[in-house]
């Protein structure tokens, strides 16, 4: 049976459903990205815009509302629940979305990560940093590797995944019979869409079928492999297939290209929690991805009990390394790219 993989690591929280060894879905939650989806927040009415109006939240950030009640004017104060989270890679199209509630209902945070893969219908495993990475066994660096270069191999071929200002396009491309490519791919972008916990509007280039039943067929792969709810269209001629999905919450692929420093700073914390050698912990970076970085230093450094501290230097961003030092040089830890890291 499926069961989800959950981490309290440093500067976020991991979760995977792993099902035979393989990552079907998975999550990533980061503070300091504004109220979560299912939170009640308070809010000021900013301005009034055709179909709704914008509101501020205490943190600075802004929520649109759909159907804003005339009762209401611009300066007046209402609660809100968060329908869709801010992403950090920003842009109109994924603002904050919100739906004025009775101001009698309480305020609240919303369900963590935590809370909300608790209430699926998989178990929940807690993973510590001592225990056997299953995480890493299943994927997880690979994973990463996806959400930052939106590149997915495939038999036969690859899917490339980009982020628009309207919708998210994902690209089927190879070599070989068209049609069953058109099968494969549909299959391998609907697994992606789960992994990635891609959502919204998705549009999907597939190999010109020119048979209707190979359209057909890649519409059945694409549904047999999906585990959300979604609505989609046939396959047309041309080989699309449009989708539509509820977004709540940023998708791995906004988050890890959102924050590309922070993401591979996080990389690089999650590895040197789990490296068993002895001596002060360093971290070799781009100075992007090193600034900033005093609480979740100090964490590890708790965690692990020993010093931690960055080298700034001309490395790309993703290609950080970690060493640990010892009074007779570094230990035998070799440097590595991030994309090869435990993530």
Do not use: C
Not at 134 to 163: F, K, Q, Y
Not at 266 to 278: M, V
Not at 295 to 317: C, F, M, Q, S, Y
Request: neutral net charge; glycine residues 10%.
């Amino acid at each position: 049976m499926a069961k989800w993989l959950y981490e309290d690591g440093i500067g976020e929280a991991r979760a995977a459903l792993i099902d035979e060894g393989r990552i079907l879905k998975a999550r990533i939650e980061r503070p300091g990205l504004g109220p979560r989806a299912g939170a009640v927040v308070a809010a000021r009415y900013a301005a009034q815009w055709s179909g709704g109006g914008s509101f501020m939240l205490a943190d600075g950030l802004e929520a649109y509302v759909e159907g804003v009640p005339r009762a209401l004017s611009p300066g007046s104060t209402a609660r809100l629940e968060i329908l869709r989270q801010h992403s950090p890679r920003g842009g109109r199209a994924k603002r904050i979305k919100a739906r004025i509630v009775h101001p009698d209902i309480p305020l609240s945070d919303g369900p963590s990560l935590a809370e909300a893969i608790a209430a699926t219908p998989w178990p929940v495993r807690m993973l510590r940093a001592v225990d056997a990475d299953a995480l890493e066994e299943a994927g997880w660096s690979e994973l990463l590797e996806e959400a930052r270069t939106g590149l997915v191999d495939i038999p036969g071929g690859r899917l490339t995944i980009e982020l628009t200002e309207a919708m998210t396009v994902i690209d089927v491309d190879g070599g070989g019979d068209a049609e069953k490519l058109a099968v494969a791919g549909a299959r391998a972008a609907a697994e992606a869409i789960e992994r990635l916990n891609l959502a919204g509007s998705i549009a999907i280039d597939l190999p010109t079928a020119n048979s209707k039943a190979a359209r057909l067929a890649a519409a059945e792969a694409f549904d047999a492999a999906m585990l959300s709810k979604v609505e989609r269209t046939a396959v047309n001629g041309f080989g699309l297939l449009h989708v539509v999905m509820r977004k709540r919450r940023p998708s791995l692929i906004e988050l890890i290209q959102g924050e590309p420093a922070r993401s591979e700073a996080l990389a690089l914390y999650r590895r040197a929690e789990r490296e068993p050698l002895p001596g002060s912990i360093v971290f070799t970076a781009n100075p992007a991805t090193a600034a900033g970085r005093a609480a979740e230093d100090a964490e590890l450094a708790r965690r692990r009990g020993t010093p931690v501290r960055w080298h700034a230097d001309a490395t790309p961003i993703g290609h950080g390394s970690v060493n640990r030092v010892i009074e007779t040089g570094v230990a035998a830890m070799p440097a590595r790219p991030m994309e090869d890291n435990d993530g």
